[in-house]
């Protein structure tokens, strides 16, 4: 689905994003009309206060209303959610389902998936990095995904996304696969610095650094290399995500004589 930038612009931004989060919210607005190009063209001509977004998606369209690499007004106010102070209006992009009057929930709700897995794709973002607003601020939002009980469906959507793309972005969260000799099912450890044994041999094994066990500064060094050159968010942390990365490396790159 295309995103249409006719209407990108800076205001209500902060400049410097570095975006590692995505946040899901509902427009809540339920007039005629409301819908994601309506919205984007009102923040682009200043008729917003005291908020934005990144982008407007409905069940027809998307609009992306600001660059990535600017911080948006979307968190907003705390209410006590565990996320807030993690999650901010510096380091996530923000994604508006519309929900205008008579709009089709289901079309808008894949849409907003469709691009969701669009910009984790261009922005190296992984599935468990989108999160709802709810989950930064407590507010209840997305209101309508959330009345349906339907964030589930949207997480295991964003996720099976990923593993059905290749290596280039490897964000594959759940279980690990690997073809070599049929399908088997893994669940490794999540590894980062300071962490020793077995796990971290392989890694480093792996890695081609010395495979002392224990995760030092130049296995951190390979290992965030890594996580650069196969798309990854550089957190240092090999969790599922770094696991099925590594997984996928050996599939490509192992031959039967
Ligand atoms: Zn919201």
């Given at each position: 689905?295309?995103?249409?930038?006719?209407?990108?612009?800076?205001?209500?931004?902060?400049?410097?994003?570095?975006?590692?989060?995505?946040?899901?919210?509902?427009?809540?607005?339920?007039?005629?009309?409301a819908?994601?190009?309506?919205?984007?063209?009102?923040?682009?001509?200043?008729?917003?206060?005291?908020?934005?977004?990144?982008?407007?998606?409905?069940?027809?369209s998307?609009?992306?209303?600001?660059?990535?690499?600017?911080?948006?007004?979307?968190?907003?106010?705390?209410?006590?959610?565990?996320l807030?102070?993690t999650?901010?209006?510096?380091?996530s992009?923000?994604?508006e389902?519309?929900?205008?009057?008579?709009?089709?929930y289901?079309k808008?709700?894949?849409?907003?998936?469709?691009?969701?897995?669009?910009?984790?794709?261009?922005?190296?973002?992984?599935?468990d990095?989108?999160?709802?607003?709810f989950?930064?601020?407590?507010?209840n939002?997305?209101?309508?995904i959330?009345?349906?009980?339907?964030?589930?469906?949207f997480?295991q959507?964003?996720?099976?996304?990923?593993?059905?793309?290749?290596?280039?972005?490897?964000?594959?969260s759940?279980?690990?696969?690997?073809n070599?000799t049929?399908?088997?099912?893994?669940?490794?450890p999540?590894?980062?610095r300071?962490?020793?044994?077995?796990?971290?041999?392989?890694?480093?094994?792996f890695?081609?650094v010395?495979?002392?066990?224990?995760w030092?500064?130049d296995?951190?060094?390979?290992?965030?290399?890594f996580?650069?050159?196969?798309?990854q968010?550089?957190?240092?942390?090999?969790?599922?995500?770094?696991?099925?990365?590594?997984?996928?490396?050996?599939k490509?790159?192992?031959?039967?004589?």
């Amino acid at each position: 689905m295309n995103l249409n930038k006719e209407y990108i612009s800076s205001n209500n931004s902060y400049p410097n994003q570095k975006a590692s989060y995505i946040v899901i919210h509902n427009t809540d607005n339920y007039s005629a009309g409301a819908d994601a190009k309506a919205h984007a063209r009102a923040q682009h001509d200043g008729n917003f206060n005291g908020m934005s977004a990144h982008v407007y998606v409905d069940d027809k369209s998307a609009y992306q209303a600001m660059p990535f690499d600017r911080g948006a007004w979307h968190v907003g106010v705390n209410y006590g959610g565990r996320l807030f102070g993690t999650v901010n209006n510096r380091n996530s992009i923000g994604i508006e389902m519309c929900v205008q009057a008579g709009f089709d929930y289901e079309k808008a709700f894949q849409n907003t998936i469709t691009i969701c897995r669009q910009i984790m794709s261009t922005q190296g973002i992984s599935p468990d990095h989108v999160v709802q607003h709810f989950d930064v601020c407590a507010k209840n939002c997305p209101s309508e995904i959330r009345a349906r009980n339907d964030w589930e469906r949207f997480k295991q959507a964003i996720e099976k996304n990923a593993e059905n793309s290749s290596a280039t972005n490897p964000t594959v969260s759940g279980k690990t696969k690997a073809n070599l000799t049929g399908e088997i099912s893994l669940r490794f450890p999540e590894i980062s610095r300071g962490c020793t044994g077995t796990a971290v041999s392989m890694l480093q094994s792996f890695l081609e650094v010395d495979a002392d066990g224990i995760w030092g500064a130049d296995t951190d060094h390979a290992f965030k290399s890594f996580q650069k050159n196969t798309n990854q968010l550089q957190d240092g942390i090999c969790g599922k995500n770094g696991w099925t990365a590594i997984v996928n490396h050996m599939k490509e790159n192992t031959f039967r004589n």
